[in-house]
């Protein structure tokens, strides 16, 4: 049976037609394509461009729908490190306020393009695992694929269940589980640890294929094993989170980049050694204005929309020698004071922006040294062991400016979790973390400041010196709470019967 989506896999490859000597690839079946040269990298690669290429949705082909996009704004929006600057149309006002629905759009992108991932690299795996004496190349595509289908379903179990540590993770719901390309269309979720295993499962049999090295836009077994850290600090099995950071830093392949690089690092992810994984974009894949990861929170003037900043409450941990702050541009008017929007301060994000130049341009970073330590900083801390967790903390600290002044001792009053946790939020913002690292903590999502999460917000209310504590909604988000759950999409819910939706 054909399969449509080999159309969208074939974009940006760069295989020469003129070398081909088999019909092109659209009148291909999919097992036709896997028997023809180059075939398993064709849909590999087609795989790893569904992160950034839009996908027709309900008919549509919409430039603000890409799995990216929707990846990172459903996580930081809903977090405490980006404020909503005004009322605003696009779905991602949804996450500011919570207002969460089963027809929302965003939610909805984004569930449909995961599991067309999945479904790309089940293609490989159902294809390859049905071989025998599997070359080396046949293993590192297969090991990739694996690694794709771990790190979405991950991603999916984030956003529409709850949190492995709270409340019993073999009662409540997950994600379907899909691990074939033959499986019906009607099937239940599993249970959130059922889920985790299934993920675990996945990255551990891609790292255990993957040995060679295709570039930082693809797989390895390195980032298997980073991945693999990150799954197990969620799921408060901090030995493990250990073994595999260690075998990621104890590789040799990967460093921090200095203070005196980290201020570019964003705008050359792939060529920079600390990158483990990171999505490829080139000036073709540029969105622009329209639909770049960029242009909601940042705008030279007529590149993006600039409508969410960095919030204040960012802005007040960041030391005025931490080069992280570079990555934030306030937004100056004539007389050298932050200029305001709607009474807030602008304090654009650049973590999106000037790759090749361009504000609108950059290769996401998805997997990177600087938070494997950190992974392995927050386990050390959770075991008691206080110096090992500092250690990996001051390693990333004096890589950022702040040699000067490294934590020698946990401050009065607070714990060495919440000193790892706010090196965390320091390094790792705006990287769709901030949102999982309160909830998986237990920690409630607190917006004390001004901002359009507020419901019903008059603008003459607005005073930045005294920002509001209560007598608003969302101010306060329970981590417990039902509403930090995405809605499974109501296109989900009314073509599989056995799924069941979030309360």
Not at 283 to 301: C, Q
Request: hydrophobic residues 35%; charged residues 20%; negative net charge.
């Amino acid at each position: 049976m054909k399969q449509y989506i080999l159309l969208l896999l074939l974009i940006g490859l760069t295989i020469s037609c003129a070398k081909l000597d088999y019909p092109p690839s659209d009148s291909l079946t999919t097992e036709e394509l896997l028997n023809t040269p180059n075939g398993l990298e064709i849909i590999t690669n087609g795989n790893y461009s569904l992160f950034k290429d839009g996908i027709e949705f309900n008919g549509v082909l919409d430039d603000n729908n890409s799995y990216l996009r929707q990846y990172f704004q459903m996580s930081d929006f809903a977090a405490d490190d980006i404020v909503c600057g005004q009322v605003t149309e696009d779905p991602l006002y949804y996450s500011f306020t919570y207002t969460h629905s089963p027809s929302q759009a965003n939610a909805r992108y984004f569930w449909y393009a995961s599991y067309k991932i999945i479904s790309g690299a089940n293609t490989v795996i159902n294809y390859l695992e049905n071989k025998s004496n599997l070359n080396d190349n046949e293993k590192q595509f297969l090991g990739e694929n694996y690694f794709l289908r771990g790190f979405v379903t991950f991603s999916l179990v984030k956003f529409y269940a709850y949190q492995y540590n709270i409340g019993d993770p073999n009662a409540n719901l997950g994600v379907v589980l899909r691990l074939s390309t033959s499986e019906p269309k009607e099937k239940s979720r599993s249970s959130v640890a059922e889920t985790y295993s299934q993920v675990i499962e996945d990255l551990t049999t891609a790292a255990n294929l993957m040995n060679t090295s295709r570039g930082k836009e693809y797989a390895s077994k390195e980032a298997a094993w980073a991945l693999l850290s990150r799954v197990y600090l969620y799921m408060n099995n901090y030995n493990k989170v250990i073994e595999y950071a260690d075998r990621v830093i104890n590789s040799g392949i990967f460093n921090l980049e200095t203070s005196a690089n980290f201020p570019n690092y964003y705008t050359n992810t792939l060529g920079s050694n600390e990158t483990i994984w990171a999505i490829a974009f080139t000036p073709a894949d540029n969105k622009g204005k329209f639909g770049s990861i960029a242009s909601m929170i940042y705008s030279d003037g007529n590149s993006g929309w600039g409508e969410e900043f960095a919030t204040y409450d960012y802005m007040d941990l960041l030391s005025n020698n931490d080069v992280r702050k570079s990555l934030i541009e306030p937004k100056l008017d004539a007389s050298g004071d932050v200029e305001l929007k709607n009474g807030l301060e602008i304090y654009y994000i650049k973590k999106f922006s000037y790759q090749d130049g361009d504000p609108n341009l950059s290769s996401p970073v998805m997997l990177r040294l600087a938070e494997v330590y950190l992974n392995r900083a927050e386990a050390k801390a959770q075991l008691n062991d206080e110096a090992g967790a500092l250690s990996d903390i001051n390693h990333i600290r004096e890589n950022r400016g702040l040699a000067n002044e490294l934590i020698t001792a946990v401050p009065a009053g607070e714990t060495i979790v919440d000193v790892v946790l706010r090196e965390r939020r320091l390094e790792l913002a705006f990287e769709g973390h901030r949102l999982f690292d309160l909830l998986r903590n237990h920690q409630n999502i607190v917006r004390h400041y001004w901002g359009y999460h507020i419901p019903g917000l008059n603008i003459g209310d607005i005073d930045l010196d005294n920002p509001p504590t209560s007598g608003y909604d969302n101010l306060d988000i329970n981590y417990d709470s039902p509403r930090v759950l995405y809605y499974i999409p109501i296109d989900e819910i009314l073509t599989n019967s056995l799924c069941e939706q979030n309360q």
